[in-house]
């Protein structure tokens, strides 16, 4: 079992998807950088205007990288499936991968269009978080609420048995692996839009908002974590909103 793994890691589709990851990281950081040069200066410098001032490309660039850092490590689970389904085909992976993908790119179109907007109305300043104690406070409640909702926990339940989703929808159709990935990327979007909203409450570019909303939604989706997490983080966050409302209006 052990050198299944190893071997099933050192392939090659694994070792780009990894690569991917660490690239996604590499380039938020990247534009965070203070001290950097060259690229990296100009990187940081495009994050450090605001958000009209950036343009829409950047700020679709933004969120697409922010999906791809924080969303494909979630997925590490049901790849594991999907490869010892698949026997380890690199086709397969990688198609599910592209259909994933789309899923999150389009959220990154809708995510970097409202930006904008808020950037526009003046509810958030330039490094993506809000200026709004309304704002802040009402999606903090949004965002607890929906961790008790029916959607919520439906999705949450097919991300945690990625074989039944498989077999559910496998077949040896031309481009199947592609429907699965747009399939399980809608499921992953509705368990996990909520919390990725709140990046306008704690930055846009923010590293350490970002890092922990990833061990949060990576622990949704791990069968020994879920309960843990999906509930208990509503009623933090629903109190973390209420405080905030309170403070702005009494």
Not at 86 to 106: H, K, T
């Given at each position: 079992m052990i050198a299944f793994a190893r071997a099933r890691l050192a392939a090659v589709h694994w070792l780009v998807f990894f690569a991917a990851i660490i690239?996604?990281?590499?380039?938020?950081?990247?534009?965070?950088?203070?001290?950097?040069?060259?690229?990296?200066?100009?990187?940081?410098?495009?994050?450090?205007?605001?958000?009209?001032?950036?343009?829409?490309?950047?700020?679709?660039?933004?969120?697409?990288?922010?999906?791809?850092?924080?969303?494909?490590?979630?997925?590490m689970p049901a790849l594991a499936v999907l490869d010892d389904l698949?026997?380890?085909?690199?086709?397969?992976?990688?198609?599910?991968?592209?259909?994933?993908?789309?899923?999150?790119?389009?959220f990154a179109a809708v995510a970097a269009a409202l930006q904008l907007a808020l950037s526009a109305s003046g509810w958030i300043g330039a490094d993506g978080?809000?200026?709004?104690?309304?704002?802040?406070?009402?999606?903090?409640?949004?965002?607890g609420g929906y961790q008790f909702s029916n959607l919520k926990a439906g999705c949450?339940?097919?991300?945690?048995?990625?074989?039944?989703?498989?077999?559910?929808?496998w077949s040896d159709a031309s481009w199947n692996a592609t429907a699965m990935g747009l399939r399980l990327g809608a499921i992953c979007l509705g368990c996990c839009w909520a919390l990725m909203a709140l990046a306008f409450v704690g930055g846009t570019m923010n590293l350490i908002w970002m890092g922990l909303a990833t061990v949060l939604m990576v622990s949704e989706k791990l069968p020994r974590m879920s309960r843990m997490v999906v509930r208990p983080l509503g009623v933090v966050l629903i109190a973390a909103g209420l405080g905030v409302l309170s403070t702005a209006f009494f």
């Open positions: 690239a996604a990281w590499a380039a938020l950081m990247a534009m965070q950088g203070a001290q950097a040069d060259g690229l990296f200066a100009r990187l940081a410098a495009i994050c450090r205007v605001d958000g009209a001032g950036a343009g829409y490309r950047v700020i679709f660039a933004m969120w697409a990288l922010m999906a791809a850092a924080m969303m494909a490590p979630t997925l698949s026997r380890g085909r690199a086709r397969i992976f990688i198609e599910f991968c592209a259909g994933y993908g789309a899923i999150w790119l389009g978080a809000s200026l709004s104690p309304l704002l802040t406070g009402g999606l903090l409640i949004v965002a949450v339940s097919k991300c945690l048995s990625p074989m039944a989703f498989f077999m559910s929808h």
